[in-house]
């Protein structure tokens, strides 16, 4: 990868309201959820999310004259990426939400990069295991352990609900290094990808959804409540929100974009704390700042000034998992 711009250098006021809209965005992504498990089968609120944000994104590539990709090789690999990347950690997090509450799930969201580091040294050798990431790993997954609240015993559905939500980090831990070093290098943009990515998963989920879940009931069945929040999360968090992605990667760098993670969490406890009146044990936003400081050591967040900034990929190469959470 080559510099060929320094974002880093864009002035605050330029990317920051964007960057804080993206983090509230993605945060608030996790009542939706719990909104929509309300009425709707997870399978089926994925469903109709996946295709909102389809369609959001088509209608952007339209405006922008823009086109999806033509080659076979980009679809094939796109079957990977939009089950890993959006049809099961969407799914999961609803599965999980059915049964923990919204502010955890967005904790469990920020574990991503923690599951992402091993798998790119190790499986997909796109990154280099250093001193500084071992120790970060190591200190990530004791704030894992202090989140699940081990020494209280395993067990039940609560329990259970928190290992779904970590299997849907899992799932985009798997997802963004098989995009990094099989899809990412394409010449097509990022919203190309994206919108590519969607309308795999919409497909893939059209299928499975009248296995799993029987036929989706008609948008007219929900209550106003759930059709807004399905809409939210379609078009804001899985449509919208790629959009501002793109911009703050293009005006702040790739990698002070990507600490928008460390502010999802907090959004995701504060909606469910306001909206939903929702509480949390003590050891679960302590283990949430012990997993924060473990990606943020194995990022080199601490001590990067004075140092040169690290390369980045031209932001038309890039492409993300469509939402978070």
Not at 165 to 191: E, N, V
Not at 209 to 216: C, D, E, Y
């Amino acid at each position: 990868m080559t510099v060929e711009t320094t974002p880093d250098r864009a002035p605050l006021r330029s990317w920051l309201p964007g960057f804080v809209a993206l983090a509230a965005i993605w945060g608030s992504s996790f009542l939706f959820i719990k909104v929509g498990v309300a009425e709707l089968h997870p399978v089926h609120l994925t469903l109709f999310r996946v295709a909102t944000g389809a369609v959001t994104l088509l209608v952007v590539l339209a405006v922008l004259r823009d086109r999806l990709p033509r080659e076979p090789r980009v679809w094939a690999h796109m079957l990977v990426v939009a089950a890993l990347g959006v049809a099961l950690p969407f799914t999961l997090f609803g599965f999980g939400e059915q049964r923990v509450e919204s502010m955890l799930a967005g904790i469990w969201n920020a574990t991503t990069p923690l599951i992402v580091l091993p798998l790119a040294v190790l499986v997909f050798r796109t990154e280099r295991l250093t001193v500084r990431r071992a120790v970060g790993l190591g200190l990530g997954f004791v704030g894992v352990l202090v989140v699940l609240g081990v020494w209280e015993g395993v067990g039940g559905a609560h329990f259970t609900g928190q290992l779904m939500c970590f299997g849907a980090a899992a799932c985009y831990g798997l997802a963004i290094p098989y995009q990094k070093k099989f899809i990412a290098g394409s010449a097509h943009s990022g919203l190309s990808l994206s919108a590519a990515q969607l309308l795999v998963a919409t497909a893939q989920l059209a299928l499975v959804a009248p296995l799993v879940a029987g036929a989706p009931p008609m948008p007219t069945d929900l209550s106003l409540r759930v059709a807004a929040s399905v809409l939210a999360l379609g078009a804001l968090g899985t449509g919208l929100a790629f959009v501002i992605n793109m911009r703050n990667i293009r005006l702040a760098g790739a990698s002070t974009a990507s600490t928008v993670t460390y502010l999802i969490p907090v959004f995701a406890v504060l909606v469910g704390a306001v909206v939903l009146g929702e509480r949390m044990n003590w050891h679960q936003p302590v283990g949430a700042l012990v997993v924060l400081v473990g990606v943020a050591v194995a990022q080199g967040l601490f001590g990067r000034r004075g140092r040169r900034p690290e390369p980045v990929a031209p932001a038309a190469r890039t492409v993300e998992p469509a939402a978070r959470g």
